[in-house]
């Protein structure tokens, strides 16, 4: 009984504890549960993204192996699976199917909004075990609804806000009935040329049996793709080789690519970008969480030091040691454990946040966001040790001097001024008052610099989130500015096939009412390689008269009269060639009316481009002879006539024959830069949580520091300073670590920036070459959270020096 007394009076003592510095114990609780909290949850992402791939990816039954045929060709359906059939690997093909992939332009306008984007027909036959579809909204199209049906890609229709079925108008002013929106394995992140991401909302793909798409791209019996899946533990490599051959010797004449399930732009994107983002992220939530703890191991132990006179009276009294340390133990564990149990709701919260971004950029039939006992546990165990120690450390510092230490508190009992000495001769305007604060900071610099670690924490966070997306607007700018160099509202008009500059299709363009001044050139899809390093790139012919446009080049020049190839800067790192190198371009050239082949030709690299697309490449009139390219044309870069607007003539050209895709010339970089607004969402709440933990670490400080300086402001009281004073003192304090914090933030923010831009986002973004860049913006969010919402925290003080009991405070005996 005597024992469980004994325990009892404890219990009642630490609860005593806690309920005296319960301000203390529930704010550094609160900062340990944000930090536990938020490093579970961003930890999990990266677990979460990858599982609902996988999962979203088997669901669907993406394919392993896409065969297509170069751009522009195309070949009798029943062609490309008898090649299949003959190549010897269809025992480890577990489902084929043949494809016809067109462009086209889509108007899905509604009452009050114009809705004209570039967009693609997929057409395969209905119930291939292969790319199945998951149905979002609304049903599947069939070839017996009494006329042209399609279902619409769910992103699309989402970024637009689409009723679940509607009604369509194609290239041609063909109209057609979408029935629902779906998502497709292929376009769990919609992409487009030149943009890995963003593209949902200005590029619309339709679904439709084979038949239907082929009617709609007026190819009958037509296809130029086939999709295969393979079987589990068949190898891949051989089934490619094996196919290839098959076709080559099918279809001589016509050249094809291959691309695996790990190169398709959305399973790549899904992938690396769960790994590139979960390094920041991992980031990020270390920094969330050191903050926290460090920021609770400095409180803690200074919450535990105040009682370091009733330790000394303890051991003057001749109480046991281990006895002296539970009490103050107790109030660790008790801060410790109420963070930990705090996080659990935090991370729940934070758990449901990110799903929800996550579900906002990457939606995915199947979403797995399960909280990760785990990861919660990595952080748990960090958030329950620190504190302990900071409750351990101080206890047998206390315990290891003599009790007539221990009892003297204050001044008396420093062994040293700490860094004071370094203002010795320094006297600020104002008194011995106006000079305190500067010497509080100097004279604990073990407790100055942990705060400021803390603080220093949440800034990096601000500045390298911040920065990262100040970084993208500078690169979509610069983007932007190259794209509309000469006319601003210059826009390009794909044509469905590669033309003559004579043509009738081309005619009809340059002809039309709503055209201005117009621009011809040729795009395709070419293999720049150098050695062994190969790039994908849009190589696009530019005339020698660019009355529009013309690619701007930073270094050396597109010249006139010999061949030159124009290409950006990470693509010359890529490939690492320098101005005067040769390189070999692989590109299509036609072999037929629906036929092109691949072809081999060298051009030397006369300048690097400014654009930080890496994909774009340009060459003169000369390298297009060169290329056996001269003469043909599928882009006319146009300009609207005066009066005119740019809906005006996507609307015109939407109804002409063979226009495969009108839109403005920088409509990919602006589709990009709404989806990054997206991310100001991110940067608020992660600001917003960085400034509560930052407005918890310093109201901690200052209210300890009010605790220990109990004696010296009652003492000032007396001699009748006032109350503002003193604040104003406290607020001084506060701001020089808050600005000290801030420094070394902004610094520490910087080299983390650094590193996602020249690490992180070239694995994730490939083909981006950032700009590192800093808005005046974030440096005015990081002195908010660093400085400003630091000084503001001693004014939460200010009804305990308004409530102090002088008579009570200076009755001490010593």
Not at 386 to 414: F, Y
Not at 527 to 535: D, E, H, N, P, Q
Not at 638 to 666: F, M, T
Not at 692 to 701: C, E, K, P, Q, S
Request: glycine share 8%; net charge positive.
């Amino acid at each position: 009984m005597g024992r469980l007394r004994r325990q009892r009076l404890w219990l009642r003592w630490a609860a005593r504890d806690a309920r005296r510095h319960r301000f203390q114990v529930l704010s550094i609780a609160l900062l340990l549960a944000l930090g536990v909290g938020m490093f579970a949850a961003m930890s999990s992402m990266a677990v979460w993204r990858v599982d609902s791939a996988d999962s979203s990816f088997a669901a669907l039954q993406m394919h392993d192996l896409r065969f297509s045929l170069v751009e522009g060709s195309t070949a009798p359906e029943g062609v490309l699976r008898s090649a299949l059939a003959r190549s010897g690997a269809r025992a480890d093909v577990a489902a084929g199917a043949e494809r016809l992939v067109t462009s086209t332009q889509v108007d899905a306008s509604t009452r009050g909004r114009t809705i004209i984007v570039p967009g693609r027909i997929v057409g395969t036959l209905p119930g291939a075990a292969v790319d199945m579809l998951d149905v979002r909204r609304g049903s599947l199209p069939s070839t017996g609804t009494g006329g042209p049906a399609v279902a619409l890609e769910y992103n699309f229709g989402r970024a637009h806000s689409l009723p679940a079925a509607g009604a369509l108008t194609l290239a041609g002013g063909q109209r057609v009935a979408y029935t629902g929106q779906v998502l497709a394995p292929e376009y769990f992140v919609v992409t487009a040329p030149g943009a890995d991401f963003g593209a949902e909302s200005t590029f619309a793909v339709l679904f439709a049996p084979l038949p239907t798409a082929q009617a709609l791209a007026g190819q009958p019996g037509r296809v130029n793709q086939l999709v295969l899946r393979l079987r589990p533990g068949a190898d891949a490599a051989a089934v490619q080789a094996q196919v290839s051959r098959a076709l080559r010797a099918t279809i001589p004449a016509t050249g094809f690519t291959v691309t695996a399930r790990a190169k398709e732009p959305a399973h790549r994107m899904i992938y690396k970008d769960a790994e590139g983002d979960q390094q920041m992220l991992d980031i990020f939530a270390f920094l969330m969480l050191a903050a926290a703890t460090f920021a609770a191991f400095n409180l803690i132990s200074r919450t535990v030091e105040a009682q370091r006179r009733e330790i000394g009276i303890g051991m003057a009294l001749g109480v046991p040691p281990r006895t002296l340390a539970r009490r103050p133990l107790l109030l660790g564990a008790q801060i410790a454990l109420l963070g930990v149990l705090l996080g659990i709701p935090v991370g729940l919260a934070a758990d449901a946040w990110l799903a929800g971004v996550m579900d906002q950029f990457f939606p995915l039939p199947v979403v797995e966001s399960a909280f990760q006992t785990g990861v919660f546990v990595r952080g748990a165990v960090l958030g329950l040790l620190l504190p302990l120690a900071a409750a351990v450390i101080p206890v047998w510092r206390a315990l290891r001097v003599p009790p007539i230490d221990a009892i003297q508190v204050g001044a008396r009992a420093a062994r040293s001024s700490g860094l004071a000495w370094l203002v010795k001769g320094l006297r600020i305007p104002g008194g011995a008052l106006s000079n305190l604060p500067l010497r509080n900071v100097l004279r604990t610099p073990r407790r100055t610099i942990m705060t400021l670690l803390g603080i220093a924490a949440v800034v990096t966070i601000v500045m390298a989130m911040a920065g990262t997306i100040d970084s993208f607007d500078a690169t979509l700018q610069a983007s932007r500015n190259e794209a509309l160099a000469g006319s601003t509202r210059r826009l390009t008009a794909d044509l469905s096939t590669v033309q003559r500059r004579d043509s009738a299709t081309v005619r009809s363009v340059t002809d039309a009412a709503s055209v201005g001044a117009s621009q011809p050139s040729l795009r395709l899809a070419s293999t720049l390689v150098a050695g062994r390093r190969k790039l994908d790139v849009a190589l696009e012919t530019v005339a020698d008269r660019r009355p529009l446009w013309q690619p701007t080049a930073a270094t050396g020049t597109l010249p006139s009269g010999r061949p030159g190839l124009l290409i950006a800067r990470r693509a010359a790192d890529t490939l690492h060639v320098t101005v005067g190198d040769r390189v070999q371009v692989v590109h299509p050239v036609p072999t037929g009316p629906r036929t092109f082949r691949l072809v081999r030709t060298a051009l030397p690299v006369t300048g690097i481009h400014t654009s930080p697309l890496r994909f774009l490449a340009y060459t003169n009139s000369e390298g297009a002879t060169t290329l056996h390219l001269s003469g043909l044309i599928n882009r006319l870069s146009v300009v609207p006539a005066a009066g005119r607007s740019a809906d005006d003539v996507k609307a015109e050209l939407l109804r002409r024959p063979g226009i495969a895709a009108v839109q403005g010339a920088a409509a990919t970089t602006d589709a990009v830069d709404r989806t990054m607004e997206q991310f100001n969402e991110i940067l608020a709440v992660t600001v917003m949580i960085a400034a509560a933990m930052a407005l918890l670490i310093a109201f901690n400080a200052t209210a300890i520091n009010t605790d220990e300086r109990t004696r010296e402001h009652a003492t000032m009281f007396a001699h009748g300073v006032s109350v503002p004073r003193v604040m104003r003192g406290e607020i001084i304090e506060a701001l020089l670590i808050g600005t000290l914090g801030t420094i070394v933030g902004v610094a520490a923010g910087h080299a983390v920036l650094t590193w996602i831009l020249t690490s992180n986002m070239p694995e994730t973004m490939p083909d981006l070459g950032l700009v590192n860049a800093v808005a005046p913006g974030t440096y005015a969010i990081a002195v908010a959270a660093g400085i400003l919402v630091v000084g503001v925290a001693p004014l939460l003080t200010l009804h305990r020096l308004q409530r102090t009991d002088l008579s009570g405070s200076l009755r001490v005996v010593e």
